[in-house]
């Protein structure tokens, strides 16, 4: 660890601000523009304000760096910056109470290497996201850019690349882990003109924000990732289908596909080569459907995004019914990195079948939330307890759900499992898109099946029988079992509907659609049973079958609940026992909160009865000892 | 055309190269259900009932979508297919309002049968003007479906009746697409989409208006097509016998079947057969040719003017009298209409003996007019 030096007021120092959206939502902007004021104000000599893509660790944004000492900030705020310019920018002296402080130890770290979030992770495809200006051509180049293109374009027949991507291993990030080098070599090898490369960045998946951080941290390692597919597939048109809630994505693509024309990596006559490739932007209307890569096809064409069945394959016949490859953005942001470091290089890294690294929103139940890129082959345990600094709160680890709204829930007995394309498919689950979401013991698995259902149902695009009535058919079933409606019949009719669902769908969403069901089913069918048999949530979370109780041995009389319920529930006076009228009660859990600890008079139950008054009774507890 | 030959079912089948698989199958006589396939529209792979099994390829693939190829194994019937069918069949009827579909009485019970269970009277595939015809009764039929597993939960939106010839019950409606294919890929019109998502699609126009407020030209391609009761003419008739013949109203020469009943024209189908429409009808001749032929005032014979009233009289009669008065007149003197009814040749004809003969260019049409 290097010292905090806290005497180099001379040095030269640049302060870079995370303008990925998350912090720019925490006023990235402003908080920017009045950093540049001040040292403007303060005619610092050597100190710039520059901005960078997407950090990963936006639980701690708005965050910034101050280089060369890798200083990391947390939290920042408009209000902090005449701090930061006076005491570190100006005087050397780092601002000690914006340092990233450890969710276990609680100690105060204030270099950016030193976090376990960022020490323990491994970023090729995340590599230059916050380390660069992505609205700088020349700040890409400077890290190398373009070199692995001008290697290609220079050293490699277009087999040879082909060849490289294949040996490295390397898998398709958008879900389906299809090996990248292989897809290249089928539109290299189909017969028709034009060929279209197309980069999938539709990113619809609730949570994920890895291609949004890509695109907006480092857009043009997403470029020449894609002139080197074109290139190697002998693609002449490309297209990059960005949803358009990505305005910033959107920018600064569109920006960093004129800047690369400007040099002469796009265009005609590519570096004096003669490959010529066009790109262009299409902005998606935010169909989660108009990920799947038929009805990407569709929408760029201008028809409704449903997908379609294959064969025939896109290779053979795709975009307006040409050739075409469709890759995810992060596939194509390695690509790059494989050129440079070569195919074994990369192989090395990660599993057997699963090569390299994979990127993961981590949310959730969850200490550090945020963007992860870890090599394949992690286990989930490290991740979630290392990286992601455990469950906040005491709570206890319940199941992790991977792979999207489609993924699956796995329970503790899988936190060794490592984290790879095969693995995750023989639990249940997939590496989707890479979302990764916690939950702890507070958690109803039926819920929580339901909420990602019902995601999916409703972005099914309606055409096929089994996805768009039998979603429907399972999410009413899931409902009225967290209503306490259900039905002895209804674990087997979800099986079934799940297993016919899978089987019978066109498209991978309702393929996958039931899976958080049947993992859950799988995982976790006492709570199923407990809930149907019992009328019991045992998370004590569905309203429908709980109950708050006010312990008549404990209640202090204080009438806090009873001033706090919004439904005028609660019956009682001083110095008297309070009472739940569990007719009037909303289960909103206000006056379990509100009591106060020493008293900890209120409890949640389900299926339980508790001995309590029908009336207010005179308080008999004795005061409890106020302790400290 | 280069032929191939492939397996379905154990049985050695040669299909022409092009087909898809469900194509090949019905040209062997193997029966596959389906419900958005329809032969001259582009496939769908919606309905998901032609699932079969290919060997060497992953997972369950729809007959309809998939190319046939040399050497391939077909499989039709198994029981993961049929597990598969079924439910997806039962998903279907969930949302369909004819509880009778399931029932085993179907056939035998009429509109003011009391029924045993307690399906409502508009509810029974008896009130639906696609009783008999309809494809899902059909399927139903084939794959024996008596009970759903899965809760009904059908919807009674208002019918669209906007449009003079046919209406949209879309709570009738399967959502096979075949409609709005239809309209796009035949007519080229593209009046009717598939709008919103998921449960909530549904067959709409543009800005979901009435059809009569759309761009539709009430061809009526989407009606004939449609498998179910969800759209229908306004008034259905069971001819009792069909006669052959060209519509009347263009030179294009559509071929149909007037459908004829008590000596009267009630209803028309196009020939599919026909090699000018292959079945398609426009609206003129699709819903325009029963009132017409039936109307009390049609004429039926030519009719001559005689003492400046015109009288009924023999084609022989009628030829003469022009053929007599028009050589008085030469050149730009005449002026001829010809009619939009006859055949192209018929007028080719007229406007060459009046050009030719009469010596005039005052030849016109009344299609123009
Ligand atoms: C419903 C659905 C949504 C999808 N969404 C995305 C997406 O947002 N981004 C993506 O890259 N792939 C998505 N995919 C996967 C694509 O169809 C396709 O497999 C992928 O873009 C191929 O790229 P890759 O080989 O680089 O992984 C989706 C698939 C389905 C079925
Ligand atoms: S599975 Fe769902 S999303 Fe895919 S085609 Fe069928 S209805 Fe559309
Ligand atoms: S749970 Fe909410 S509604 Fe019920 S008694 Fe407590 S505060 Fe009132
Ligand atoms: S009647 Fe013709 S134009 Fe109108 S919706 Fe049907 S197919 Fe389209
Ligand atoms: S109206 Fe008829 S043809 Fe159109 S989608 Fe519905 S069922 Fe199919």
Known sequence: MTEVKSNNGNKQRTIYICQGTGCVSGKAFEIT???????????????????????????????????????????????????????????????????????????????????????????????????????????????????????????????????????????????????????????????????????????????????????????????????????????????IYIRAEYPLAVKRVRLAIQQSEEKGFLGDNIMDSDFSFQLHVKEGAGAFVCGEETALMASIEGKRGMPRSRPPFPATSGLWGKPSNINNVKSLATVPVIIARGADWYSSIGTEKSKGTCVFALTGKIANSGLIEVPMGIPLREIIYEIGGGIPGNKNFKAVQTGGPSGGCLPESYLDQSVDYESLAAAGSMMGSGGMVVLDEETCM??????????????????????????KQMLDILERICRGEGRH???????????????????????????????TLRYFRDEYEAHINENRCPALFCANLISFYILPDKCQGCGICLRNCPTEAIVGDKRMVHVINQEKCVKCGTCLEVCPERFSAVVKVSAEEVDVPSEPIPVTAEKPQTST | ??????????????????????????????????????????????????????????????????????????????????????????????????????????????????????????????????????????????????????????????????????????????????????????????????????????????????????????????????????????????????????CPYCGVGCQMYLGVKNEQVVCIRGDEEGPANHGRLCVKGRFGIAEFVNHPERLTTPLVRKNGQLEEASWEEALAAVAGKLGNYKGDEVAVISSAKSTNEDNYVMQKFVRAVLGTNNIDHCARL
């Open chain 2, 1 to 246: 055309m280069e032929k191939i030959n492939l397996t379905i079912n154990g049985q050695e089948i040669e299909a022409t190269k092009g087909m898809t698989v469900l194509e090949a199958a019905q040209s062997a006589d193997v029966y596959i259900p389906t419900l958005c396939h329809y032969p001259d529209l582009e496939p769908y792979g919606g309905c998901r009932l032609c699932i079969v099994e290919i060997e060497n390829m992953r997972g369950l693939l729809t007959a309809c979508t998939t190319p046939a190829t040399e050497g391939m194994h077909v499989t039709t019937e198994s029981p993961a297919i049929n597990e598969v069918r079924r439910m997806t069949l039962e998903l279907m009827l969930s949302t369909h309002p004819c509880d009778c579909l399931e029932c085993h009485r179907r056939e035998r019970c009429g509109p003011y049968d009391v029924c045993l269970r307690h399906v409502a009277v508009t509810d029974r595939c008896v009130v639906c003007p696609s009783n008999g015809t309809c494809e899902l009764q059909k399927v139903v039929d084939y794959m024996v479906v008596r009970e759903l597993r899965v809760s009904k939960d059908t919807k009674s939106v208002p019918v669209d009746i906007s449009n003079p010839f046919f209406d949209i019950d879309r709570n009738r409606c399967i959502l096979c697409a075949r409609c709005v294919r239809a309209c796009q890929e035949i007519t080229g019109v593209g009046a009717i989409d598939m709008a919103y998502r998921g449960y909530a699609m549904k067959v709409a126009t543009f800005g979901d208006t009435p059809l009569m407020d759309s761009i539709c030209r009430s061809c009526g391609e989407c009606m004939v097509r449609c498998p179910v009761g969800a759209l229908t003419p306004k008034e259905t008739f069971h001819p009792e016998r069909e006669v052959k013949t060209i």
């Open chain 1, 446 to 471: 039926i819920d929580i099946a339901r909420y990602f259902l019902s995601f999916t149902q409703a972005e099914s695009c309606g055409k096929c029988v089994p996805c768009r009535v039998g979603t």
């Open chain 1, 33 to 239: 523009e009045a950093l540049k004021k001040a040292v403007a104000e303060q005619g610092l000599q050597g100190v710039n304000t520059d901005f960078t893509g997407c950090h990963g660790f936006c639980e701690q944004g708005p965050v910034a760096i101050v280089e060369p000492e890798g200083i990391f900030y947390a939290c920042v705020t408009v209000a902090d910056v005449p701090e930061i310019v006076d005491s570190h920018l100006r005087d050397g002296k780092p601002v000690e109470r914006l340092f990233y402080k450890d969710p276990v130890s609680g100690e105060a770290i204030p270099h950016h290497k030193d976090i376990k979030f960022y020490n323990m992770q491994q970023r090729i495809i995340l590599r230059n996201c916050g380390r660069l200006n992505p609205e700088r051509i020349e700040d890409y180049m400077a890290t190398g850019g373009y070199e692995s293109l001008k290697k290609c374009l220079k050293e490699m027949t277009p087999e040879q690349v082909i060849e490289e991507v294949k040996r490295s291993g390397l898998r398709g990030r958008g879900g389906a882990g299809f090996p990248t080098g292989m897809k290249w070599e089928f539109l290299r090898n189909a017969v028709g003109e034009p060929k279209y490369m197309i980069c999938n960045a539709d990113e619809g998946d609730p949570g994920a924000f890895m291609d949004r951080s890509t695109m907006e941290g480092d857009p043009h390692t997403v470029l020449e990732g894609m002139i080197i597919a074109a290139y190697a597939t002998g693609s002449s048109e490309g297209y």
């Open chain 1, 489 to 519: 019949e209804d674990i087997d009719l979800l099986q079934e509907l799940g297993k016919q669902i899978t089987a019978g769908s066109l498209c991978q969403l309702g393929q996958t659609a039931p899976n958080p069901v049947l993992t």
